[in-house]
T-cell receptor
Framework: GESVGLHLPTLSVQEGDNSIINCAYSNSASDYFIWYKQESGKGPQFIIDIRSNMDKRQGQRVTVLLNKTVKHLSLQIAATQPGDSAVYFCAEISGGSYIPTFGRGTSLIVHP | DAGITQSPRHKVTETGTPVTLRCHQTENHRYMYWYRQDPGHGLRLIHYSYGVKDTDKGEVSDGYSVSRSKTEDFLLTLESATSSQTSVYFC????????????FGQGTRLTVV
């Protein structure tokens, strides 16, 4: 069936660097793509979303890029901080159902 | 933080026993969801609710039932717990069908021995 996946299970970066977390999706009918952050022992927390008719959206220190040609989604975090260490999930919402389908997650480790 | 409380936070139970997890919200959001989280699988939807007494199945609903008798409470029941249901369970809420932002509870770690 359709699925959402991630390229890299673990990403290690130095504090201050920019981080890029990637996600591949297979459902070309998805309307929205969302990024969630999950810190250890906590529930996921919404970061940012992007509609399928957009290719870029910026938030506070984060940018999401959507490439529908290759079905690729990325989350860029500028000036990564130790507090950014967490598991990041991408999720997609398909037309007709506003329930997000989650990928497996990428662990981001920020070294001071 | 959105007002979502899951109880219990941790539970160990024996195979074959019934278990009920509770999700309580103070946000008056219409939509409520139960997910399970397992290593290598991310978050998978068990059941969801789109209103009082209105529920539907998700991707991994077998062995689970839900009830929503009040807007603020969404109960997840494992009728006869199995070891494969050992997992971390998350409740989530969202304000509207079109709102992509869901708020999650802290999770319940369930161990079935």
């Amino acid at each position: 069936g359709e699925s959402v996946g991630l390229h890299l299970p673990t990403l290690s970066v130095q504090e201050g660097d920019n981080s890029i977390i990637n996600c591949a999706y297979s459902n070309s009918a998805s309307d929205y793509f969302i990024w969630y952050k999950q810190e250890s022992g906590k529930g996921p927390q919404f970061i940012i979303d992007i509609r399928s008719n957009m290719d870029k959206r910026q938030g506070q220190r984060v940018t999401v890029l959507l490439n529908k040609t290759v079905k690729h989604l990325s989350l860029q975090i500028a000036a990564t901080q130790p507090g950014d260490s967490a598991v990041y999930f991408c999720a997609e919402i398909s037309g007709g159902s506003y329930i997000p389908t989650f990928g497996r997650g990428t662990s981001l480790i920020v070294h001071p | 933080d959105a007002g979502i409380t899951q109880s219990p936070r941790h539970k160990v139970t024996e195979t074959g026993t019934p278990v009920t997890l509770r999700c309580h919200q103070t946000e008056n959001h219409r939509y409520m969801y139960w997910y399970r989280q397992d290593p290598g699988h991310g978050l998978r939807l068990i059941h969801y609710s789109y209103g009082v007494k209105d529920t539907d199945k998700g991707e991994v609903s077998d062995g689970y039932s839900v009830s929503r008798s009040k807007t603020e409470d969404f109960l997840l029941t494992l009728e006869s717990a199995t070891s494969s249901q050992t997992s971390v369970y998350f409740c989530a809420i969202s304000e509207s069908w079109e709102n992509t932002e869901a708020f999650f509870g802290q999770g319940t770690r369930l161990t079935v021995v």
